[in-house]
């Protein structure tokens, strides 16, 4: 159908343009129609090119960090100074919203500040399909495990105030004032915005709940990460999903359950960029580097032993009568050949004659042997005696007969102390009243050694028990307390500790485990007079150090996430690197990048229909330009340049194909505007494991499209309309409006389709959320679920949108007719 008039006005430009007579001839309805539609897909790629830059610098600008000394932990740790749920109303809604709420400056400020149609229909429109279609999709997105929202309060908050914003319009355009918004009115709508933020805010600090602040690392620079939380975490990702992952699974890990979460941005720009034939996953303007393991790490190769000789104990002790004792030596590594090696007892306090038999030789290993023993033997005498020590050394290694440095004596002494049997003795801690052991990946069990001295007779009991330093029992170890019993002649006994992984990186932890109440039958037991704790009491402090192993897988780990963080950027360094990715397919992604696809045929297709847009972007400063601010200010004013043309080329279509503004925009520019949201909520919905982003979002979005999408513009129509007073084009242009209003000069928004359609989407978006609330308590989550029902919702919101677009398009075309 083609309109009456032989002119149409349309768009935010206020353009003329002629569509009837000579030109109805020759650009037929058909032909006008396919142009059009071709204009405004062309032109949403355009504007969701230039929102990707505009994103960018967003993202730079929200993730500007700094240091602060927190309370809760003791110290200056690096956190946002944006914080994420008042970056994703403000700047981050801003970024995904700028078309349409431009749309609404734009209609009111070029249109000599009277209100258009199409920005405040193209806000409803696209809420009706954030909310409506977004969520069919992510709710059937993903598997058969629920996925729900975690922060219930903050999306109690936006889902609240995404429903108050559409009653409130409805109450302003149609009961209030009908069709007029007052200044009030408008200054209300648009303050209602800082409140939701303010209220959001207070509900992420947990204000209205007990909820505990949900404290990420916000940065994986070396300069800005506690290298000890990121040992800890390396630790609690190992406990849950096993000791065996390698440096890059479990940076994975971390970046995904501990690191700063993906934002509204970059999923926008990915989702985006797939569109678009451009990379989603490499930051231009660096150079991306193979880690390599930390300075330090040996080449085992370089070091390989090919046998190795041991005593299988450097230290025993042994009662004096236990006549003939076996000093074992063992073999490992290559046993194929035949191995000697020299052995001799060395005297020491404990003679040669007087106290053991002196022995010397060869130990000779045939192929495949592992194992032999020196044999000693002890002289016991009938007097007592304090502890005697000898030793026994191992030299002159030959393999095959002949020495061969690839074969080593790893250790070539073993000391043995000798034992008076005459009396119950002394004991103490083996190593000492200081013991260093080292911290593991997972709970491991420290054997802390005990030693009889100065006799071995009859049966010895002795209490032990753990007490706190720096160390605290049930986190950095296991309390124990109990009593350890020595047999008769037996010298040496264990306690058994367990040590806590905590993550240790340069730290260490203190403990002390203490000896008390010693007894023996026969009487006359008692522990070390020299130890510390003295006579009553022995005490060994313990000392947890971190493991230079671990230190440097954390260091591996630490430099594997900063090249991931380099690579999940959204922006850009250089005007070089801008223009090279604007020109290339994929944005001239390395091929030899680990994340690198081969672009495909539709990749090449996008990329020929995007490159000029991509090419009049890469104009736009860099984002590192000015912490990102220059690039938000020149991106916005071109979105706006587009956002003009998308309007125009909506009025022209509808104009053409005989409908209303209001229906071209709940349809056809809410679709263009918010299929880059869909795909990005699609992604969190996918990738998250709650709902927060991708249903969360959604609520947020729809709020502030109106209170700052409208509340903005209006305010300035309806404040520009109260200085500028009564005007004779006025009352020609609303002739039906100043029946109601004969004063005249007053800021018109039309209620009718307007309202309608907004009473229709806030039925169905009622309905909306009570299927996902439904869903959380039958499912278990607002996401995904058995097939069944997760289907059945999906179609039931579609439902609902196919419903508002159909009695929204009915109403307008009752009340307006077919043309615009």
Known sequence: MVCEPKICQVGGGGYVLPLGGDAEQEWPNGLRIVLYMLGLFWSFMGVATVSDVFMGAIEKV???????????????????????????????????????ILLNVIEVCLGDFYAGELGPSTIVGSAAFNLLVIS?????????????????????????????????????????????????????????????????????????????????????????????????????????????????????????EFGPPISRAQRRVEATKAMSGGSSKHREGTNDKTVTPAEGCEDEAAN??????????????????????????????????????????????????????????????????????????????????????????????????????????????????????????????????????????????????????????????????????????????????????????????????????????????????????VSSVPEGARLDPNGDGGPNEN???????????????????????????????????????????????????????????????????????????????????????????????????????????????AGLLGCTLGIPNSITAITFVALGTSLPDTFASMAAAEQDSNADASIGNVTGSNSVNVFLGLGMPWSIGAIAWAVKGKDPEWFIKYPDVALDYPEGGLFVVKGGALGFSVGIFTACACTCVAILMLRRKLVGGELGGPKGPKIASAVAMIGLWLTYIAISSWKALEMKGPCA
Not at 74 to 99: E, F
Not at 144 to 150: G, H, L, Y
Not at 464 to 470: A, F, G, H, V
Request: include cysteine.
């Open 62 to 100: 929200t993730s500007v960090r700094k240091r602060v000394f927190s309370k809760k932990k003791g110290k200056h740790v690096t956190v946002k100074v944006w914080n994420d749920t008042v970056a994703n109303l403000t700047l981050m809604a801003l970024g995904s919203s700028a078309p349409e």
């Open 304 to 517: 390989k032993i090919l046998s190795k000789i041991v005593f299988e104990k450097t230290y025993t002790s042994v009662p004096e009568n236990i006549g003939t004792m076996q000093i074992k030596v063992m073999r490992t590594g290559d046993l194929s050949t035949v191995a000697t090696v020299a052995y001799k007892t060395v005297e020491g306090t404990a003679k040669a004659t007087e106290d053991y038999t002196h022995v010397e030789g060869d130990l000779v290993f045939a192929a495949n042997e592992a194992e032999k023993s020196v044999d000693v033997t002890l002289v016991d005498d009938e007097g007592f005696e304090f502890d005697e020590e000898f030793t026994i050394e191992l030299s002159n290694l030959r393999i095959g007969g002949s020495p061969n440095e690839a074969h080593i004596i790893e250790t070539a002494t073993a000391t043995v102390r000798i034992i008076d049997d005459d009396d119950p003795g002394q004991l103490g801690f083996e190593n000492g009243d200081e013991l260093e052991v080292m911290e593991d990946i997972s709970e491991k069990v420290e054997l802390i050694k005990l030693r009889r001295t100065c006799g071995v007779r009859g049966i010895l009991k002795v209490a032990y028990r753990t007490e706190n330093d720096s160390a605290i029992a049930g986190k950095d170890f296991v309390a124990a307390e109990g009593e350890v019993e020595l047999a008769d002649g037996q010298c040496e006994q264990s306690i058994e500790i367990k040590i806590c992984p905590q993550g240790r990186y340069e730290s260490n932890d203190k403990f002390r485990l203490i000896l008390s109440s």
């Open 136 to 256: 069919a999709v992510c709710v059937i997105a993903i598997g058969d495990v629920p996925k729900q929202i975690d922060d219930m309060t903050v999306f109690g908050i936006t889902c609240s105030f995404s429903i108050l914003a559409y009653i409130w319009l409805f109450v302003i355009v149609s009961i209030t004032s009908p069709n007029v918004i007052e200044v009030w009115e408008a200054l209300v709508t648009f303050f209602l915005f800082p409140l939701l933020v303010a209220l959001a805010y207070m509900a992420d600090r947990g204000y209205f709940s007990k909820r505990e602040t949900n404290e990420r690392i916000v940065s994986f620079d070396p300069e800005d990460i506690d290298k000890e939380e990121l040992a800890a975490m390396q630790i609690a990702v190992i406990k849950k999903h096993g000791p065996e992952l390698t440096a890059e699974e479990i940076s994975l890990h971390i970046e995904r």
């Open 539 to 649: 005490i060994c402090t313990i000392t947890i150090k971190s493991d230079s192993a671990s230190n440097k897988k954390t260091d591996n780990v630490l430099a594997l996430l900063g090249k991931m963080s380099e690579k999940n950027s959204i922006g850009t360094a250089n005007y070089a690197d801008q223009f090279k990715a604007a020109i290339k397919v994929n944005g001239g992604m390395d091929p030899e990048d680990e994340d690198y696809a081969p672009p495909t045929k539709m990749d090449y297709v996008m990329h020929v229909i995007s490159v000029p847009w991509k090419l009049l972007f890469a104009l736009i400063p860099p984002t590192d330009y000015c912490n990102g601010w220059l690039c938000f200010n020149v991106a916005l004013a071109f979105i706006g340049i587009v956002t003009m043309f998308i309007g125009d080329l």
